[in-house]
Structure formats: structure tokens, C-alpha cells
């Protein structure tokens, strides 16, 4: 059984950092795509970044990759968030997720993903 747990959120003043960690288990191949999404009540979920667990190329959605950084440590099974100069606006859910089957180009896009991690909580404040 795969789970992924998130870890890492909290709040911070606008221009701070967080980073956060995805710790993924119950993987069995040795590379995988994980991506982090973050989502604001009544919003839909935005693609932030994707990475191969084993690393190589990544991707970001629209708007994130000026501030945001995606890392891996494979060794680890876990996956990071780096988010550096954060805004009000970045206050959302974030989540971690994970292709388990590999049928599309690891983007961060909702359909390239099979499993999600429960989420953790960013909070910026003015």
C-alpha cells in the first residue's frame, strides 16, 4: 500500500520560506513521478512542480517556478517543496502525489497522478 505524508506547512510572514518534505512508502519501482499541487477552498487545484523520484528534468506549473523549487532524495523516498519569498496568495492546501503507473509525461497535472498524500496546511500573512 503506497502513502505519502506531507509535512513542512505552517504559517510565516509574507516573504518567508517553508520548505516542504513528501515521504512516500510502500514504492516498489525505482523511479517514480511526484508532483506537489496546492488548492484553495472553492478553487481548483493548481500544479505546482514535477520531479522523478530519481531525478532529472523537472516541471512547473504557470507562475512557480521563479519562487518554488522541487528536489528528491531518492534514498529518502521523499520529495521536497522549497518556497521561498512567500505571498498572502500562496495561502492554500498543499499536496504531494504520486504515478504509480507511469501512462503519462510527469507533469504537474491532476491526471498524471494516481495517489495523494493527505495535505498540509501553508498560511502566509500579510
Known amino acids: 500500500q503506497v502513502t505519502l505524508v506531507e509535512s513542512g506547512g505552517g504559517s510565516v510572514q509574507a516573504g518567508g520560506s517553508l520548505r516542504l518534505s513528501c515521504e512516500a512508502s510502500?514504492?516498489?519501482?525505482?523511479?517514480?513521478?511526484m508532483g506537489w499541487f496546492r488548492q484553495v477552498p472553492g478553487k481548483e487545484r493548481e500544479g505546482v512542480a514535477a520531479?522523478?523520484?530519481?531525478?532529472?528534468?523537472?516541471h512547473y506549473g504557470d507562475s512557480f517556478k521563479d519562487r518554488f523549487t522541487i528536489s528528491q532524495d531518492n534514498a529518502k523516498s521523499t520529495v521536497y517543496l522549497q518556497m521561498n519569498s512567500l505571498e498572502p496568495e500562496d495561502t492554500a492546501m498543499y499536496y504531494c502525489?504520486?504515478?504509480?503507473?507511469?501512462?503519462?509525461?510527469?507533469?504537474?497535472?491532476?491526471?498524471?497522478?494516481?495517489?495523494w498524500g493527505q495535505g498540509t496546511q501553508v498560511t502566509v500573512s500579510s
Open positions: 502525489a504520486a504515478d504509480l503507473y507511469g501512462r503519462r509525461p510527469c507533469r504537474p497535472a491532476e491526471n498524471v497522478f494516481s495517489h
Open positions: 510502500g514504492l516498489t519501482y525505482r523511479t517514480y513521478c
Open positions: 520531479i522523478f523520484t530519481e531525478g532529472g528534468p523537472v
